[in-house]
T-cell receptor
Framework: RKEVEQDPGPFNVPEGATVAFNCTYS??????FFWYRQDCRKEPKLLMS?????NEDGRFTAQLNRASQYISLLIRDSKLSDSATYLC???????????WGLGTSLAVNP | EPEVTQTPSHQVTQMGQEVILRCVPI?????FYWYRQILGQKVEFLVS????????KSEIFDDQFSVERPDGSNFTLKIRSTKLEDSAMYFC???????????FGPGTRLTVL
């Protein structure tokens, strides 16, 4: 099983749609979870941290399910500017290094 | 808003040459990292650095690689003898603590010919 696994997509959705991404991780000792966004040939940018209780930031909602070892990201009312690759990132128990998924590609169409 | 900066944005070198990639982390951050991303592949951790020493490194970070914080602001990655497969985007990142979010610089695209 890969350390962090994501469906690469691409997801093609119309503007205004709701889209959800899932990510699974293999190390049950993982402590911290993040969603990053990466535009083509640019650096990853932190979208949001993922907390056990779930968290919301505007149109974005992240959930963590420790029992099943998966993380989700929900984007509501998607905008053209949401088109990017969404990277699921996990940090292990005592490690500071981040382990990255391959990313899920999202294209929001007019 | 403070940000991580990296120079150069693009470096082209011949196989076997040494390259130094430079980064200026966010000023109050204490932890520094290098990652690389080969085109079309996932981001890969190389090394983390804290208190003037390496705190963790991956299997990619072999004897050809070294890191240094030569002064109070710069953080460098040196590749001693570049190989074709070193061609990638190299990202520097920094964080306030080992558990906080990491913020990335714009990257240096290294092309080894």
């Amino acid at each position: 099983r890969k350390e962090v696994e994501q469906d690469p997509g691409p997801f093609n959705v119309p503007e205004g749609a709701t889209v959800a991404f899932n990510c699974t991780y293999s190390n049950s000792a993982s402590q911290s979870f993040f969603w990053y966004r990466q535009d083509c040939r640019k650096e990853p940018k932190l979208l949001m941290s993922v907390y056990s209780s779930g968290n919301e930031d505007g149109r974005f909602t992240a959930q963590l399910n420790r029992a099943s070892q998966y993380i989700s990201l929900l984007i509501r009312d998607s905008k053209l500017s949401d088109s990017a690759t969404y990277l699921c990132v996990v940090r292990g128990g005592n490690n500071r290094k981040l382990i990255w998924g391959l990313g899920t590609s999202l294209a929001v169409n007019p | 808003e403070p940000e991580v900066t990296q120079t150069p944005s693009h470096q082209v070198t011949q196989m076997g040459q040494e390259v130094i990639l430079r980064c200026v982390p966010i000023s109050n951050h204490l932890y520094f990292y290098w990652y690389r991303q080969i085109l079309g592949q996932k981001v890969e951790f190389l090394v983390s650095f804290y208190n003037n020493e390496i705190s963790e490194k991956s299997e990619i970070f072999d004897d050809q690689f070294s890191v240094e914080r030569p002064d109070g602001s710069n953080f460098t990655l040196k590749i001693r003898s570049t190989k074709l497969e070193d061609s990638a985007m190299y990202f520097c990142a920094s964080s306030e603590s080992g558990r906080n979010e990491q913020f990335f610089g714009p990257g240096t695209r290294l092309t080894v010919l």
